[in-house]
């Protein structure tokens, strides 16, 4: 089965240290997440200083070791984080990353399992999607241990962005981006409640919040990225973020439900491809996918976004051999 169970002391392994990878480190050593934190990079220099500087803030936060790492250390983790490869461009979609990508993947995911590693993958290298589904292939790993972090970057941006607009604790907003991780993600506002109340309860209270507020919302969750990367090179800190909580849910056994990439068969009429949705994930990895029931609306996009997908993902696996 996996790695991970209840025993006192665990272990993450992150492979890419990226801005997000990076981001991520220090998010687990702020949160508490794990006992032991170890880093791989080509970029040798890059783990090490990037170990001691995050070391050096463990006696304000707690106990973790945090070291530089190879593949051969996977063998006992928990966890392993992928968030290397090539990094997303101005004006580049998430799926144009798909093949240059899928060959990085390649190189990381045989490594790793030729060292006995036995614990869950967690993807959040982009276009993340398909990177995910790219992982299980290459590591023959059961659906259940194989995760990509999904729409949960973007569940946050549709929960900050429905905040801002009724002025409420974004943590008491209830909703979902479904679908790819990606331009082809929607928000699933049947399905989204603040208090108890759904969307169209709201709008009869809130009058600013009207049907067009709606779809303005769901475009800058989808725009968000490209904006942010326009700014300043690159997104991090939320994604990073959001990794964090992953992993502790995962080590901490907490059977929550969280937004991630998930393999699909037979939900939303899906089969055969990973793509957003809400998921229980406990030590074991995906416990169970809760299936949203989307308006016809929501499901027609569900149905596009998934045709992408697999679209895209069979031509670059085929391209590069998996």
Known sequence: MT???????????LVG??????????????QG???????VDIAK???????LDIA????YTYPKAVYSADYNDTKDADIVV???????????????????????LKSIVEPIVAAGFNGIFVVAANPVDILTYGTL????FPKERVIGSGTSLDSARLRKFVAQELQVDPRSIHGYMLGEHGDSEFAAWSHTTIGGLTIAELQQSHPQLTNDKLVEINERVVKAAYEIINLKGATFYGVGTALARICKALLSDENTVLPLSVYMEGQYGLNDLYIGSPAVVNRNGVREILEVPLSSEEQHKMQQSAAQLKHIANEGFEAVGI
């Not at 050096?56 to 006696?59: G, K, R, S």
């Not at 992928?82 to 990085?104: F, M, Y």
């Open 56 to 59: 050096d803030a463990t006696p």
């Open 137 to 140: 292939k290459l590591s023959g």
């Open 17 to 30: 240290d990226g801005a997000v990878g990076s981001s991520f480190a220090y998010a687990m050593a702020l």
């Open 33 to 39: 997440t794990a006992n032991e934190l170890g880093i």
């Open 3 to 13: 790695s991970i169970t209840n025993k006192n002391h665990t272990k993450v392994i």
């Open 45 to 51: 220099d890059k783990t090490t200083g990037d170990a």
């Open 82 to 104: 992928i968030t290397a490869g090539a990094p997303q461009k101005p004006g580049e979609t998430r799926l144009d990353l798909v093949n240059k990508n899928l060959n990085i």
